[in-house]
């Protein structure tokens, strides 16, 4: 697994990269449909950057009001503060505060997850490449399959065998499924990846993911 001390860079250079690319993005691009369920980009975008506005004694405050039902929470959070003007989250992107924010179970690893999983549901319905570097998705894959972050999204990868054409990166045996490294991570996160760019049949589901 990558240290830490190399992981942590990554974190701010995917919230800062996906901040450049939505300051110039006009107010459509931001009312877009991402790959979240329900969420436009900018409630995708209110999502990822919570940590840079409410701190934790804050955020447990209002974890408790909602009788600590995290999802319940974070879709009220995100609808709610997807209203702020475009140009304040693109500031809260910039954060030096979500930059070196770790969620309480994920460590830095989760929070690279969170950075770039989230930035593919923005890039892919805007049609922009990804901001995620090739080392970065590749860290995320390996957490998504060896490190069995997968089961979070009640994604079964059991006997599966997967291969990005993107870049060097493989994993697993079995029946393969192929594609570029961002719809191979967006496929193990239980997302609808556009037909035609994995090769392959799909992922089976299990429970479902208990948040976004």
């Known amino acids: 697994m990558t240290d830490n001390a190399d992981v942590q860079p990554l974190v701010a250079a995917a919230f800062g990269g996906l901040a450049d690319l939505l300051s110039t993005t006009s107010d459509a691009g931001w009312d877009t449909g991402s790959l979240c369920e329900g969420w436009r980009v900018r409630e995708v975008v209110a999502h990822m950057t919570m940590p840079a506005r409410y701190s934790q004694g804050e955020f447990m405050a209002q974890l408790e009001r909602f009788g600590f039902d995290f999802t319940r929470l974070s879709n009220e959070l995100a609808i709610r503060d997807a209203e ?11 954060s030096d505060v ?19 999983i989230h930035g593919l549901d923005v890039t892919v319905p805007l049609g922009a490449h990804r901001i995620a570097t090739d080392g970065s998705i590749q860290v995320v894959l390996d ?4 490190g069995r972050v997968h089961d979070h999204f009640g994604i079964d990868i059991d006997g599966r065998a997967f291969e990005a054409d993107d870049l060097d990166w493989t994993y697993g045996s079995g029946e393969v499924l192929r594609g570029a490294a961002e719809d191979l991570a967006l496929a193990m996160c239980g997302r609808t990846v556009p037909g035609g760019r994995l090769d392959g049949s799909p992922l089976r589901r299990g429970a479902p993911a208990q948040d976004s």
């Open 84 to 94: 702020a003007p475009s140009a304040q989250l693109v500031a809260d992107l910039r």
């Open 98 to 116: 979500l930059h070196h924010w770790t969620p309480p179970a994920g460590g830095v690893h989760g929070a690279l997850n969170h950075a770039v």
């Open 143 to 146: 957490d998504l399959t060896g």
